[in-house]
Structure formats: structure tokens, C-alpha cells
């Protein structure tokens, strides 16, 4: 029985032949023209004037927090339903933490919910976009503009999406993103942020490089990290850039065909291919189970699954169940019904970018059986 694994990543002869070429050059670790260019290209495809590439989406993360100067009594407000890395900038700065829960049916932040939360202490809004559409990034940019807030937008995920035709990652004051291996482009580990603000930009260069002095190189001017990614990366990185379109492009027929072969199960939910805003990008192929006499969870599934060959993941554990945050006394209320929900019940499905039809095909057929109301 053949083993289909959840994602691998796509790499092509021109993408070793490039990484080769940065080998040759000897310019290997963190300087070189290939990080440059990589920092020019990719801002340039979002919509940004600078970009500032980093070691992964978290590093990212930390430096567009600092960026924001946050004091004793700032707060943060961040999605429930969304990966760990969004709540460790508040902590690492020892900032009050908001969390907002998740909408039903696109898995984003819930507007309604966010404005609830929002007091004249909100200094940060990190707005992720999960899974596969965009969260309303759009109007979260005009609540943030009229109430001086820094709006982050999390676009680790999103890389090629679109609200209305804009880019993802063009609302943010600062907006992040990851490279890591399932991503739409993939530098191995990476990440890197993108901002119209020159004063943003050259802060975040200092912070990603242990903020060494200007006059004195080892008298340090802030706590910075070294965040710094690799020009060997960076290579890879504006390789995988030049066919972006056509990844965001295969993505979406991928994922047409399993909501094609999975729709008209009623046990199930599979988002469609798109909404009012935006097309689906089906970064994951994301399954809600939506019947719960079927007495079968997400984690029953994975191990079920697992048994024909088929390789899933869960969905995010969110943030008030995170027994480290529990320590942290940030949550006043336990009524995140939504995101308890999805986290029991959602998992996804293999989504590599060259996965076969037939493949597609099978995994269809054995949710299909396994997702059936015996009597």
C-alpha cells in the first residue's frame, strides 16, 4: 500500500541549479546579493516598498512586535484559532494578551468579536489568515488606522492570496510571512516581513541582526535576536518566487477536485472554492467534521486514515486550551465555542503540490466510506 504524506515539498532542477550557483559563489551565510534581491522581489510581488527576510515566520513575528515600542499595561489582541507563534511576542515583552474567537465557516478571526475586544489599551492587532481564505484584513486595516493601533498581518500561510483582487500581505502596517517547508514557496526554514514604513524597515534589519551598533559594532543599541536567513536560502526562495502564480494556481484546481469529490457529503464540511472576497488557495485541504453521532474526532481519523496509507494533520490547538498560557492567567472567559469545535473536529488532508489525480481520487473514495451514517 502506497504511503501519501500530508505535504512534501516541491523542488525543481532549476531550483538546485540556483542553490548550487550561491554554493559556488561562497557567499553561503548571511550576506550576499541573492538576499537582496530576495528582500526587492518578493516585497515588490506583495505590494510593499521594503522587505526584510528572517530565519522563519516566528522571528518574524518577534521583530514586528518590538517594532511597536509596547509598555506595561499595552495589550495585544490575536486570533484563538491560530498557530502558538502569535501569542509568544506578548509574552517574550511580558504584554497583556487578547484572544478572539474564530468564525464558523472560514475559521478566521470574528470581526464582531474583535471589535468587542479592542480598548483604548490595544496597541497590536495581529490579524492571521488561516488556512485557506482571507480574514478581513480589508476593514481590520481601517478599524486600526482610525485607532492608532499596529495592525501585524500574519500572511505565514497566505503567500498569493487575495482580498478583492489586493494582495494579502499589502494591508498590514507590517505584515509577515513563512517559508518554511509546506508553505507556497519554500526556503527550507524562513520567513520575512514587509512594510511601506522606512523607519519599520531599518529597525527590523538592526533586530534581525543582534542591533549592533553604528559606531561601535559591539556596543549594541537594543536586544535583538540573530534571526538572520542564509543567502543559499535566499536563492531558493527568489527561485520558487518566479513561479509563484503557477503554485497558487495548481493549489487551487487541487483543491476544486477534492470539493468536487467530497461536497455532497453531508458528514463533512470542505470550504468551497470561494466566498464574496477571494478564491480559495487551498494551502491545506481542510476537513470539518460536522456530524458528531459519527463518534469521530480528528484524532480518530488521523489513525484511521493512516491505516489506508493517507497521512493527516489536525488543526491548530487554540490558544485558552495551550496549557503553557494557562500558566499566564490571560484568559478571563472559557466561551470559545468555535474553536473548540474545529480543533476536535478539523483535520487536513495531503495537499503537495504534485500530488496525483488518482491519488486524489483514492483519498476521496476512503473519506467517502469512512464518513458514512451507518444505521
Request: net charge positive; proline share 3%; charged share 25%.
Amino acid at each position: 500500500m502506497k504511503f501519501i504524506p500530508v505535504n512534501k515539498p516541491l523542488l525543481t532542477k532549476s531550483d538546485l541549479i540556483s542553490v548550487n550557483k550561491t554554493f559556488k559563489s561562497g557567499w553561503i551565510s548571511s550576506s550576499g546579493k541573492e538576499i537582496i534581491n530576495f528582500e526587492k522581489n518578493f516585497s515588490t510581488f506583495v505590494g510593499h516598498k521594503y522587505g526584510i527576510a528572517v530565519a522563519n515566520g516566528t522571528a518574524a513575528l518577534d521583530i514586528a512586535v518590538k517594532l511597536a515600542n509596547l509598555k506595561k499595561g499595552d495589550e495585544i489582541i490575536i486570533p484563538n484559532f491560530t498557530i502558538i507563534s502569535n501569542a509568544l511576542p506578548a509574552i517574550k515583552e511580558k504584554i497583556k494578551l487578547k484572544v478572539v474567537d474564530c468564525d464558523k465557516k472560514d475559521w478566521n478571526l470574528n470581526l464582531e468579536n474583535l471589535k468587542k475586544k479592542i480598548t483604548k489599551n490595544t496597541k497590536v492587532i495581529i490579524a492571521t489568515h488561516i488556512y485557506n481564505f482571507p480574514c478581513r484584513v480589508d476593514i481590520i486595516r481601517k478599524i486600526c488606522d482610525k485607532k492608532k493601533i499596529l495592525l501585524i498581518e500574519d500572511c505565514a500561510e497566505a503567500v498569493g492570496q487575495k482580498i478583492n483582487n489586493k494582495k494579502c500581505g499589502s494591508f498590514g502596517h507590517v505584515s509577515i510571512f513563512s517559508f518554511y517547508a509546506n508553505k507556497q514557496i519554500t526556503t527550507g526554514e524562513g520567513g520575512m516581513l514587509t512594510t511601506n514604513s522606512r523607519v519599520y524597515c531599518e529597525k527590523a534589519k538592526s533586530l534581525r541582526n543582534l542591533s549592533f551598533g553604528k559606531k561601535n559594532r559591539f556596543d549594541h543599541s537594543d536586544i535583538g535576536w540573530n534571526y538572520r536567513i542564509t543567502n543559499v536560502q535566499a536563492s531558493l526562495g527568489n527561485n520558487q518566487l518566479k513561479r509563484i502564480n503557477k503554485i497558487v494556481k495548481k493549489r487551487h484546481e487541487n483543491g476544486q477536485l477534492y470539493y468536487e469529490r467530497l461536497k455532497k457529503n453531508k458528514n463533512i464540511f470542505i470550504q468551497p472554492p470561494k466566498n464574496k472576497i477571494s478564491k480559495n488557495i487551498y494551502w491545506v485541504i481542510a476537513i470539518l467534521i460536522t456530524n458528531k453521532q459519527l463518534k469521530i474526532d480528528a484524532l480518530k481519523a488521523s489513525k484511521i486514515l493512516r491505516k489506508y496509507g493517507i497521512e493527516t494533520r489536525p488543526f491548530f490547538w487554540p490558544m485558552h486550551k495551550q496549557k503553557i498560557l494557562k500558566n499566564y492567567n490571560f484568559y478571563r472567559s472559557n466561551n470559545y465555542k468555535n474553536s473548540d469545535y474545529i480543533s476536535k473536529y478539523g483535520f487536513y488532508l495531503p495537499s503537495s503540490l504534485d500530488i496525483k489525480v488518482s491519488e486524489i481520487n483514492y483519498i476521496c473514495k476512503i473519506v467517502n466510506k469512512i464518513f458514512v451514517l451507518k444505521n
